[in-house]
């Protein structure tokens, strides 16, 4: 039996530029008009996160919005907040 894959989408204040995936663990970075920037994409476990998120503290950018879109055989729950 797989791992469920697990999804995130992190909203933070300011504009990244989309080079900055390489860094990112190759994570999409989309900068959207409202001034502020997505990096989404698949993360293999907690840890992962954790240093996902350290980048972005290491950068100095505010985290606005956190989710994870966890897909599952037969079964998608989505929108759940970071906690």
């Known amino acids: ?8 989408q992190i909203t933070v204040k300011g ?17 959207l008009p409202n001034g502020t920037t997505v990096i989404s994409g698949p993360v293999v476990d907690q840890t992962a996160l954790h240093g996902v998120l350290r980048k972005v503290r290491d950068l100095g950018v505010p985290i606005t919005l956190g989710h994870l879109h966890q897909t599952r055989p037969g079964r998608c729950v989505r929108g759940q907040r970071l906690s």
Not at 1 to 8: A, V
């Open 15 to 31: 504009h990244l530029n989309p080079n900055w995936a390489d860094w990112f663990d190759g994570l999409t970075i989309t900068p």
């Open 1 to 8: 039996m797989s791992m469920p894959q697990e999804f995130y």
